[in-house]
């Protein structure tokens, strides 16, 4: 093959290379921004039901028609956002989204009867009919909300991962193209240049490229005289020249990289730490705006029953009970959401905690609340951790407590603090021979308000499950349960 041919194949080649080349850039990079539309699309949906909620909020403390209109207008928009999107992933989102809007509409059209009964004078019993199924509602609007913000939450990461994933593929393609291009056309110089030219000029014009930088030359000098030495230390040298400026290279890379991530970092924490005020001022509101409305409605009724007992009747005084203990239950209700706002909230502090301490001064603490009841407390000694140690007495309480109150029906009843071991690891766990509960459920008990009996059976909020299950993922650990219907439960947790 003559020279000419070579420096076509060479040019072919390259050629070639570099539409394969640019062809990869413009397929990753449509997909790259298609990616970061998806990634945009789903961020504004989660931001999107953040405001929904706030919103939910303020009509639920207020119940003023603007705010409502103000739900409906923010409502519209974001339904505009998900119709315009065609993608098959946002099919539950889209199902939730539009359940979100009848719910809403539903507990308008909900509170505004109750209103109406208020003013008809209807009984009392009709009234809070009335608002036990607005209560309904607003649980069940809430748990939808949330079951969108969870899956615009997993999209948009998927999303992103996927932008990545193309970046990084698009990077390595690009680069090993780029070196294949270059010791393609490398080779066909040295090929050209060992054919036309002299040793000596060959060893005099590799030296002067390589003394202008370019390492990627090779001296094509093949004798075994003198000049071949001289090429091959030459050949040598370049060699160590090019790994050391691509060692340094990676060096200035991975620090720049390092600069990027410790950056993200601390724009992270920062609108981390803004949110966190956020929910802080909002936990302080909750609490200061709903508790005095609550003491007052007890402490009124609680007048009127001993000031006025000889002009109401037993339903008035029925009716009565009935609103303190709501209020009770209530102001209960938001003392456990507040505590499980303080969970994520609350700065760490890892120490060494005696965990079979805490369990016999809980299981202590529990006897006294109903010394009548038969329960036999067993307590491994000796089990300590590393963690929060007002975390870690919260867990353990709402564990034990759990076990107590769904024991109460049993003559006697056992309940167990051990631990066990799991592919190495060890596995806490608090099990009782209590109610139990439906294995097909266990998906549902850690989460917020969800409840497998019925408050006549088993009092709670709904609460203490969910907070388990925070206080546990900020220790990076696991929980989860076992259990059958009247056969107990065992709950298990690592840490």
Not at 241 to 256: P, Q, Y
Not at 322 to 330: F, G, H, I, K, L
Not at 358 to 378: D, G, M, N, W
Not at 487 to 493: H, I, L, P, V
Request: hydrophobic share 40%.
């Amino acid at each position: 093959m003559n020279i000419k041919s070579k420096l076509y194949m060479s040019a072919g080649i390259s050629i070639i290379l570099v539409v394969i080349l640019l062809s990869l850039v413009l397929v990753t990079s449509g997909r790259i921004a298609e990616g970061s539309k998806k990634h945009e699309l789903l961020d504004n949906v989660h931001g999107g039901v953040a405001e929904l909620d706030i919103l939910t909020y303020d009509y639920l403390l207020h119940r003023e028609e603007r705010m409502e209109q103000q739900w409906h207008s923010k409502y519209n928009s974001l339904a505009e956002i998900l119709d315009e999107a065609a993608k098959e992933e946002l099919t539950s989102i889209r199902t939730d989204y539009a359940s979100l809007g009848d719910l809403f509409t539903k507990i308008t059209e909900r509170s505004q009867k109750t209103q109406k009964l208020i003013q008809e004078g209807a009984s009392q019993e009709k009234i809070d009919a009335a608002i036990a199924l607005e209560e309904r509602l607003v649980a069940h609007l809430l748990i939808t909300s949330h079951s969108i913000f969870t899956g615009a939450s997993i999209l948009a990461e998927g999303a992103q991962a996927e932008v990545k994933a193309f970046q990084r593929l698009s990077t390595i393609l690009t680069s090993a193209l780029m070196i294949i291009l270059a010791i393609t056309v490398t080779t066909s110089s040295l090929l050209v240049a060992r054919s036309i030219s002299k040793p000596l000029d060959e060893l005099t014009k590799g030296t002067k490229i390589i003394g202008k930088g370019d390492l990627e030359h090779k001296v094509g000098i093949q004798t075994k005289d003198e000049l071949g030495q001289l090429a091959a230390a030459f050949n040598e040298m370049t060699e160590s020249l090019k790994g050391i400026t691509a060692s340094r290279n990676e060096l200035n890379r991975e620090v720049a990289e390092r600069k990027r991530a410790e950056e993200e970092t601390l724009k992270a924490n920062t609108e981390l730490a803004a949110v966190n005020k956020e929910l802080e001022a909002f936990a302080y509101s909750v609490s200061h705006d709903l508790r005095a409305p609550l003491r007052s409605i007890d402490g009124f009724s609680q007048a009127l029953m001993e000031d006025y007992p000889d002009r109401l009747d037993e339903n008035g005084k029925d009716y009565l009970q009935r609103v303190r203990s709501a209020t009770q239950r209530m102001g209960v209700l938001i003392d456990d959401l507040l505590s499980l706002s303080r969970v994520t909230r609350s700065e760490m502090r890892h120490e060494t905690v005696n965990l079979s301490a805490l369990a016999q001064s809980i299981a202590e603490e529990l006897r006294k609340t109903q010394p009548e009841r038969q329960v036999t407390f067993v307590v491994a000694p000796g089990l300590t951790t590393c963690g929060d140690t007002h975390l870690l007495r919260l867990l353990m309480e709402n564990l034990l407590s759990n076990a107590w109150k769904f024991t109460g029906n049993r003559l006697k009843a056992r309940i167990e603090f051990g631990v066990t071991q799991s592919d190495g690891k060890e596995v806490f766990f608090v099990r009782d021979d209590g109610a139990g509960f439906e294995s097909l459920y266990t998906d549902k008990l850690f989460n917020a308000f969800q409840r497998l009996h019925s408050s006549k059976e088993f009092e709670g909020t709904g609460i203490g499950l969910a907070t388990v299950k925070r206080i546990i993922n900020r220790h990076g650990g696991k929980v989860w349960a076992e259990g059958a219907v009247e056969k107990g439960a065992t709950f298990y947790f690592t840490l």
